[in-house]
């Protein structure tokens, strides 16, 4: 480079001293190119955390073929679980991000994926291995669940907030298909040996009147390399931003916001659902409709809602995203009423047909509500904190929008850690409902009047005329 030409982002270094991603002739010269190689190589990692999150909603279904004797309700735990303690992670990942760069965070947290993927393989191939035991594997894959939150804090800060609905919707939505993935792949890679002597033997299940062999143990050994990849990629190809390192007391002032709280209920009624159901979906279609394989049809859910998001994200964009994530409520809670007309009962066997069409519609909206309520909470944050100083005074109006990021970024960890406690209640809602009225109605009620509570807040707060946070 000669010493005329303008000094690029110190792009070779990893750590970027200068970023203001608002300077449009910033962005367009320099910024734009820097923020996409991030984008691209976040993408993967979060897409392999995902796998790993989503790996007992396969697994579970599995487990009582190969000779485990765990009860309906023990398998809707396990597949529950992940969740449970992804949720938990997403509690204390959403803030890592500013204490240690989104370069070294992406890196660590996707290598411990290595963790699960190497433990699990090796316990499924015993079918003595204890109950507490599978729990406290499934737990682990709780670390994926948790780098939701740091993933989409780093790839906020790197764009502007005109392009920050589409780049977290790509981020979140080709991540989230790793759930469609790890479902749809699963029950390919178990029926062969692809692994060779390095991957044990296979074991023996029995359907109908067949007799299968099967390596249960690919579908966590077949992500190990990748996640290695993905972790390598990271350290070596993404950037740390110097600018927005912010102390926990500095976000921790989200949680004084009542905004932050709305958004955390929002953003459970989207994503809460989308992750819910698909952790869910398998097991439900194989406690309702035993005659259908379940894996053959449960990765379709997960599939669409993950492409949606991007497209929520993008119509948020274009529209508002209090408009869009209105919408998709409306929808979601009169889809839900027509999946409940589907299921078996009274002596009728359901209409399986009219049942999955019901939830492909859920995944999908609530993937259009993924992506326009993650719109929301950045503009809400730096909308906040401008309405507090003169708009003419350029220092303070620079000040504020980086307060506004950094608890905009903040906010965006902590509801997704919110949220993803869907994960868990909604498989273990039908466990807890089958178990004391023998079917998934009662809990599918309590998702219509949830649905109808974020109807309410939504147009209250932000969607109506004169709404106190328009957005």
């Known amino acids: 480079m000669s010493r005329g030409s303008p000094a690029l982002p110190q792009r070779t270094r990893r750590a970027l001293r200068i970023w203001t991603p608002e300077d449009k002739a910033f962005w367009e010269r320099e910024g734009q190119a820097v923020a996409k190689l991030n984008l691209w190589i976040s993408v993967p990692a979060l897409f392999m955390a995902f796998a790993m999150w989503q790996l007992w909603s396969v697994l579970a279904v599995s487990l009582p073929g190969l000779g485990f004797r765990y009860s309906t309700n023990q398998l809707f735990w396990l597949a529950a679980a992940p969740a449970l303690s992804g949720a938990t992670l997403r509690l204390f990942y959403s803030f890592m991000v500013p204490l240690f760069g989104g370069r070294r965070w992406t890196a660590i947290s ?17 079918n003595t291995t204890s109950y507490p035991t599978m729990l406290v594997l499934a737990l682990l894959c709780g670390l994926g669940g948790g780098n939701f939150s ?8 790197f764009f502007p907030q005109e392009r920050q609905g589409s780049a977290l919707g790509v981020n979140a939505g080709l991540g989230n298909l790793g759930v469609s993935v790890v479902q749809f792949l699963s029950p390919l890679v178990v029926s062969a040996g692809i692994f060779g002597i390095f991957a044990g033997d296979p074991q023996t299940i029995v359907k109908g009147a067949q007799t299968m062999q099967v390596w249960t143990q690919n579908a966590a050994f077949v992500w190990a390399p990748w996640i290695a990849l993905a972790s390598l990629a990271a350290w070596f190809g993404m950037n740390d931003l110097a600018a927005p390192k912010a102390s926990f007391a500095d976000q921790a002032t989200i949680f004084r916001r009542k905004h932050n709280w709305l958004m955390c209920l929002l953003y459970l009624g989207t994503f809460g659902s989308f992750i819910g159901y698909a952790a869910g979906f398998p097991l439900l279609i194989e406690s309702q409709f035993p005659h259908v ?21 993008w119509l948020a964009d274009q529209w508002g995203g209090a408009r869009v994530t209105l919408w998709s409520f409306v929808v979601m809670a009169c889809t839900m009423g027509g999946a409940l007309q589907f299921l078996p009962g009274g002596g009728s066997g359901g209409t399986f047909a009219g049942f999955f ?32 100083v003169d708009l003419d005074d350029h220092e303070a109006v620079q000040r504020a929008s980086q307060e506004g990021h950094t608890e905009g970024a903040a906010a965006l960890g902590f509801a997704a850690a919110i949220a993803a406690y869907g994960g868990f209640f909604i498989p273990k809602s ?24 974020c109807i309410g807040a939504t147009w209250w707060y932000c969607a109506r005329r004169n709404a106190p946070m328009p957005c």
Do not use: H, K
Not at 295 to 313: I, Q, S, T
Not at 359 to 379: E, Q, Y
């Open 357 to 388: 069409v019901c939830f492909l519609v859920l995944f999908v909206t609530a993937g259009i509500g993924n992506g326009s309520t993650f719109r929301m909470i950045p503009v809400v944050f730096r909308t906040q904190r401008l309405r507090d």
């Open 293 to 313: 394989d379940a894996l053959a049809y449960a990765w379709l859910g997960p599939l669409v809602g993950a492409l949606a998001r991007p497209f929520g994200g």
């Open 430 to 453: 039908y466990g807890s409902s089958i178990s004391l009225t023998g079917g998934p109605e009662a809990a599918l009620y309590v998702f219509i009047v949830f649905y109808l509570l």
């Open 150 to 157: 740091s993933s989409m804090a780093t790839i906020s800060s």
């Open 110 to 126: 996707t290598a411990s994926l290595l963790i699960p993927a190497l433990a699990i393989g090796f316990a499924v191939q015993d």
